[in-house]
C-alpha cells in the first residue's frame, strides 16, 4: 500500500523528522502556464505498514541512516554539542 497523493505532498514539503531542517532537496518544473520550484525532504518507510509508518528525513539524515541508526546519530550530535559549548566557554 503506497502513500495517497496529497500525503505524500505533505510530507515531503514538511521539516525533516530528526533534526528538524526545511526541505532542501529541489525540483523544478516548467510548463506553459509557469515554472515552479518544489522544495521537498525525503520520505523513508519505518518498520509499520500504516500511513504514518513513513518518516520525513533530510538528505544529510538520510545519508546518515543508512550508516548509522538514529540513536547513535543523536548521542554523537549531542557529544559534539556538548564539546562545542565548552570550547566556546574556554575562549
Known sequence: MGLPLFYFIL?????????????SEKLEVT?????Y???WNYVRPTHTI????????CGTCKKLAVYFDIDHIVKHAARIMAKRMHDKRRK
Open 50 to 57: 500504516t500511513t504514518e509508518g513513513y518518516q520525513v528525513t
Open 37 to 39: 520550484t518544489l522544495m
Open 11 to 23: 510530507k515531503v514539503t514538511s521539516r525533516c523528522e530528526i533534526c528538524g531542517c526545511k526541505p
Open 31 to 35: 510548463r506553459k502556464d509557469g515554472s
